[in-house]
């Protein structure tokens, strides 16, 4: 089993940053790829950015140019910044780590953007 923690979501303004953190612990295995995906109301949960252990990243194109995610595969940490945010930004984040045929997911942060 794995568990997800996450941190860092909130209020911000239109135009600032945010920084999301997810720690995972429990039976990690390699190869695995963490990130995190988003939901906003209404809406599908989307992609927003993958990182795998070797450090392959994959971006959404609603953020790529504006967002980083990187990890710290010693801790199993995976972290999201996001520049530049739109009130269109305004969801619920949750962490992922995909390994062995297996996706795990955290309760998820909510990120709300105002205008």
């Known amino acids: 089993q794995v568990q997800l923690e996450e941190s860092g979501g909130g209020l911000v303004q239109a135009g600032g940053s945010l920084r999301l953190s997810c720690a995972a612990s429990?039976?990690?295995?390699?190869?695995?790829?963490m990130g995190w995906y988003r939901q906003a109301p209404g809406k599908q949960r989307e992609l927003v950015a993958t990182i795998t252990n070797r450090g392959l990243t994959n971006y959404a194109d609603s953020v790529r140019g504006r967002s980083t995610i990187f990890r710290d595969s010693a801790r199993n940490t995976v972290l999201l910044q996001i520049n530049s945010l739109k009130p269109e930004d305004t969801a619920v984040y949750y962490c992922?780590?995909?390994?062995?045929?297996?996706?795990?997911w955290g309760q998820g942060t909510q990120v709300t953007v105002s205008s």
């Open positions: 429990g039976s990690i295995f390699r190869p695995n790829v």
């Open positions: 992922t780590v995909a390994q062995l045929d297996n996706n795990y």
